[in-house]
Antibody, heavy 122, light 107 residues
Framework: EAQLVESGGGLVQPGGSLKLSCGAS????????IHWVRQASGKGLEWVGQ??????????IYAASARGRFIISRDDSENTAYLQMNRLKAEDTAVYYC?????????????WGRGTLVTVSS | DIQMTQSPSSLSASVGDRVTITCRAS??????LGWYQQKPGKAPKRLIY???SLQPGVPWRFSGSGSGTEFTLTISSLQPEDFATYYC?????????FGQGTKVEIK
């Protein structure tokens, strides 16, 4: 069964950093585009960014709210993607989901992880 | 950025009712749209892709239609397990954007 599992969430002070992981199993991770999406408590969904596969040069793209502070990377040998978050702000507090779709197909997310909670507070 | 305007933001319905949710895109997005269902404390689950294609394993009572700027998700006969929040998502251009969500509640 295909699965994504996020980890690494927690409490961090404003201005701090945190690195989330997204472990994959049950599908060909190297052929997938991986996205991060977040959801503040009681709010809607916000796309954060994407990393494509090796076939697309691991290209990344970010939402304006993440650009310059967040970095998405991946290690295909470990079937894991990462979200490095720097200079965190209170408004980054949310559940962070990783999602995937086949990178060769122009479509949207066919699988989501369960999410990991990030709380930015002093 | 493409804005996705979803309506209504909430609705109350009874088991067996037909329910329709609409998403309007601020510019044409062909059929680059999906619909997702989210239950409290859970990750979203895809129901529809390419505007009208049913995700394998999703009940036939769910259907999607539309192209360009106007899209609908229809539940033909609402079941107890369908009470949830529904989101549309466009993937036509970056940044990908979601509708604001529609919470379907029990009347």
């Amino acid at each position: 069964e295909a699965q994504l599992v996020e980890s690494g969430g927690g409490l961090v002070q404003p201005g701090g950093s945190l690195k989330l992981s997204c472990g994959a199993s049950g599908f060909t991770f190297s052929a997938a585009a991986i996205h991060w999406v977040r959801q503040a408590s009681g709010k809607g969904l916000e796309w954060v960014g994407q990393i494509r596969s090796a076939a697309n040069t691991y290209a990344t793209i970010y939402a304006a709210s993440a650009r310059g502070r967040f970095i998405i990377s991946r290690d295909d040998s470990e079937n894991t993607a990462y979200l490095q978050m720097n200079r965190l702000k209170a408004e980054d507090t949310a559940v962070y989901y990783c999602c995937k779709h086949p990178d060769a197909i122009p479509t949207n997310f066919d699988l989501w992880g369960r999410g990991t909670l990030v709380t930015v507070s002093s | 950025d493409i804005q996705m305007t979803q309506s209504p933001s909430s609705l109350s319905a009874s088991v067996g009712d037909r329910v329709t949710i609409t998403c309007r895109a601020s510019q044409g997005i062909r059929n680059d749209l999906g619909w997702y269902q989210q239950k409290p404390g859970k990750a979203p689950k895809r129901l529809i892709y390419a505007a009208s294609s049913l995700q394998p394993g999703v009940p036939w009572r769910f259907s999607g239609s539309g192209s360009g700027t106007e899209f609908t998700l229809t539940i033909s006969s609402l079941q107890p397990e369908d009470f949830a929040t529904y989101y549309c998502l466009q993937h036509n251009s970056y940044p990908w954007t979601f509708g604001q969500g529609t919470k379907v509640e029990i009347k």
